[in-house]
């Protein structure tokens, strides 16, 4: 697969990186510098401040929201691989970018059409929230979420 399958796409990128620039230039970066700046950082760390700059309460919900802060908590709590899930399920990317946080902008709506689990819009960094009461039931919602998420489900919400 590695071989034949994307043999043409990795020619392509090739290719195209040439016409910026020579590719002997990238000997000055190591294996991690350009994996980090070409798929952003494996490690994701983030602060409160910097998750209430960048995650928007909309369509009624607030930052004083309950459902708002505890995911703010929920968040701030998760290890690395539940963040990376987190990121998957909402944004198609389970890194962040090398800018941070900032370049993504997540949307966090109320879900409004039933059922007991968050949804995602990928395409434009939307959460949207059931009106969770715990921090036990946002984190059980969350988690049923992310696991169906390679599945396919709980994506592309219709609202």
């Given amino acids: 697969w590695l071989a034949d399958g994307v043999l043409a796409q990795a020619a392509a990128f090739r290719e195209g990186l040439e016409e910026v620039f020579p590719l002997e230039a990238?000997?000055?970066?190591?294996?991690?510098?350009l994996q980090t700046v070409l798929c952003g950082t494996m490690s994701i760390e983030w602060t409160e401040a910097e998750l209430q700059r960048h995650l928007h309460p909309s369509g009624g919900y607030t930052k004083h929201s309950k459902v708002y802060q505890l995911l703010i908590d929920e968040l701030q709590q998760m290890g690395n691989d539940s963040r990376a899930k987190f990121l998957n399920f909402v944004t198609a990317c389970p890194h962040l970018p090398p800018v941070g946080l900032s370049m993504l902008e997540i949307e966090v709506l109320p879900q409004h059409v039933g059922g007991a689990f968050p949804t995602a819009q990928t395409c434009g960094n939307k959460l949207y929230l059931p009106e969770y009461?715990?921090?036990?039931?946002l984190r059980s919602g969350l988690s049923e979420a992310f696991a169906n998420t390679e599945a396919g489900g709980l994506h592309e919400h219709a609202g």
């Fill in 133 to 137: 009461d715990t921090a036990e039931d």
């Fill in 26 to 33: 990238l000997s000055l970066f190591t294996l991690s510098e």
